[in-house]
T-cell receptor, first 113, second 112 residues
Framework: EPEVTQTPSHQVTQMGQEVILRCVPI?????FYWYRQILGQKVEFLVS????????KSEIFDDQFSVERPDGSNFTLKIRSTKLEDSAMYFC???????????FGSGTRLTVV | EDKVVQSPLSLVVHEGDTVTLNCSYE??????LLWYKQEKKAPTFLFML????IEKKSGRLSSILDKKELSSILNITATQTGDSAIYLC????????????FGQGTELSVKP
């Protein structure tokens, strides 16, 4: 069964450092997303991406965050200057049209120290 | 503000029991409701519901949407220890770029 692949599975970084989280969405999907889940809290939407541009973003997705699809397969989330409160599990997802086939990756656990 | 509320927040049952998990939502321009199972990491897809009153079934799991009541239920019959997980409900609205709004989840624990 097709999968969304995320790397690394766990990243520890110092406060103020830049991190890049990487995702390979399912190959025929057109919509790509990032979500985060702080320990013990809800899964929260960050951003959606379609046709090489952001289609929707949440209040969490401020100037410190950016997304990119640098080639035909990867989808990345960059956090420019990490804060302690960025510590969370970050999930990448992809889907076909709308909600069809909405599949999540296994996540990257980001720990900011 | 769009929101999704799940109940109960946690549930402990014994193997063989039947459970019903609830999800209610307030969303403008509702498009679909999705159920996911979250074990250790990634939410894994269970059902997507768009039409009211049509039950979706997969083995011992089933789900139905009630658009009039703005709610959905997820039923699990003959529960097994492998059903222990957090069950997440999420709602998608039109014109929001595919964004899903998640509830806080129901943590189900099935004891042998």
């Amino acid at each position: 069964e097709p999968e969304v692949t995320q790397t690394p599975s766990h990243q520890v970084t110092q406060m103020g450092q830049e991190v890049i989280l990487r995702c390979v969405p399912i190959s025929n999907h057109l919509y790509f997303y990032w979500y985060r889940q702080i320990l013990g809290q809800k899964v929260e939407f960050l951003v959606s991406f379609y046709n090489n541009e952001i289609s929707e973003k949440s209040e969490i997705f401020d100037d410190q965050f950016s997304v990119e699809r640098p080639d035909g397969s990867n989808f990345t989330l960059k956090i420019r200057s990490t804060k302690l409160e960025d510590s969370a599990m970050y999930f990448c997802a992809s889907s076909e049209l709308g909600g069809y086939g909405y599949t999540f990756g296994s996540g990257t656990r980001l720990t900011v120290v | 503000e769009d929101k999704v509320v799940q109940s109960p927040l946690s549930l402990v049952v014994h193997e063989g029991d039947t459970v019903t998990l609830n999800c209610s939502y307030e969303v403008t321009n509702f498009r679909s409701l999705l159920w996911y199972k979250q074990e250790k990491k990634a939410p894994t897809f269970l059902f997507m519901l768009t039409s009211s009153g049509i039950e979706k079934k997969s083995g011992r799991l089933s789900s139905i949407l009630d658009k009039k009541e703005l709610s959905s239920i997820l039923n699990i019959t003959a529960t097994q220890t492998g059903d222990s997980a957090i069950y997440l409900c999420a709602v998608e609205a039109y014109n929001q770029g595919g964004k899903l709004i998640f509830g806080q989840g129901t943590e189900l624990s099935v004891k042998p």
